[in-house]
């Protein structure tokens, strides 16, 4: 467990801004390995909550109904097939939530230092802006946040819709590859921004951002 500790720890934040790229993997010689290594289970925890604590200072909370870890298979990892939260706070003693991310599932290639969530991913920076999509990637090594897959990000009143999302791991400076449009949206309207970006996207001239 402490392990997995550590391998949160370093990962959280990066995931939270929390990308959908099909990533090509070469795969090493597999030596001796036995093919039942590839599906063999070898760690499983049930409702796993993680809190990180630095000199008194809390770091992130980790939440999941289920984490399986493979470690034999040729690319070890772990999965999260119910879903993760994660919440990072601040480096001060205020213990303000600096982001925060749900997702209906994650998986976390530990050679490779790659994180994946999908299904309906909405993450949240201390900013205030949402970014709301069905696939996320986070290079661990290279601190990149990014996504092939229609994205929005919703900042105040204005929402921004696009499609290759990228970002820095803190989600400070942030960019679409093909940027579709941009909404308005008004206050007093109650319904959720993906309803109101769906329903106003025709009626927007596309702008470049």
Excluded at 28 to 41: F, H, I, Q, S, V
Excluded at 125 to 143: E, K
């Amino acid at each position: 467990m402490q392990e997995l500790k550590q391998y949160l720890k370093h990962s959280a934040v990066a995931l939270l801004v929390v990308g959908s790229a099909i990533l090509l993997y070469s795969c090493a010689e597999r030596g001796d390995k036995n093919e039942d290594d590839e599906t063999m289970l070898t760690q499983q925890s049930d409702s796993l909550t993680i809190i990180q604590s630095s000199e008194g200072h809390r770091e992130f909370v980790f939440t999941t109904p289920l984490m399986e870890r493979y470690e034999l298979a040729r690319e070890p990892y772990m999965e999260f097939r119910r879903g993760v939260e994660i919440t990072t706070y601040k480096k001060d003693s205020t213990r303000q939530e600096e982001s925060h991310l749900v997702a209906d599932y994650a998986i976390f290639f530990e050679k490779r230092e790659l994180w994946e969530a999908k299904g309906n991913v909405v993450a949240r920076n201390a900013d205030g802006q949402i970014l709301y999509t069905q696939q996320l990637f986070w290079n661990q090594a290279t601190h990149r946040v990014y996504s092939n897959v229609d994205s929005k990000v919703v900042q105040g009143r204005d929402v921004f819709i696009g499609e290759g999302f990228e970002s820095d791991d803190k989600f400070e400076k942030w960019s679409f590859r093909k940027f579709t449009g941009k909404l308005t949206v008004d206050p007093s309207v109650t319904e959720e921004p993906d309803s109101v970006a769906e329903k106003k996207a025709e009626e927007e001239p596309k702008q470049k951002k």
